[in-house]
Nanobody, 125 residues
Framework: VQLQASGGGLVQAGGSLRLSCETSGHTSSNYGMGWFRQAPGKEREFVTGISRSGSRLYYADSVKGRFTISRDDAKNTVYLQMNSLKPEDTAVYYC???????????????????WGQGTQVTVSS
């Protein structure tokens, strides 16, 4: 499975961006999907995740109410809509795929089997 993340860029505080993560090699419906981010000098942190069926979503407290994860399995793509962006959202954002069975949303990076290359999001104040 290959994951290709895109959509990052430079945006002013309060602005919006939409990230996309396209899977290839296998249909995305086989995987729970997650977004993580890593800022310079910090550990990679969980942002949000969506279950295989799309029925379960989970958000980190820091993004709750501002970010929305969704999936379109017909396009093998998962999206991260980011609104009301803050400078502290600046990071490289990674998408990841979890191949385990079940309907839970994984919150730890070690639980994910496949990773995209990352896309830079920079929010200016």
């Amino acid at each position: 499975v290959q994951l290709q993340a895109s959509g990052g860029g430079l945006v002013q505080a309060g602005g919006s961006l939409r990230l996309s993560c396209e899977t290839s090699g296998h249909t995305s419906s086989n995987y729970g999907m997650g977004w993580f981010r890593q800022a310079p000098g910090k550990e990679r942190e969980f942002v949000t995740g969506i279950s295989r069926s799309g029925s379960r979503l989970y958000y980190a407290d820091s993004v709750k109410g501002r970010f929305t994860i969704s999936r379109d399995d017909a396009k093998n793509t998962v999206y991260l809509q980011m609104n009301s962006l803050k400078p502290e959202d600046t990071a490289v954002y990674y998408c990841a795929a979890d191949s385990s069975l079940g309907s839970s949303v994984r919150k730890f990076a070690s639980s994910y089997d496949y990773w995209g290359q990352g896309t830079q999001v920079t929010v200016s104040s």
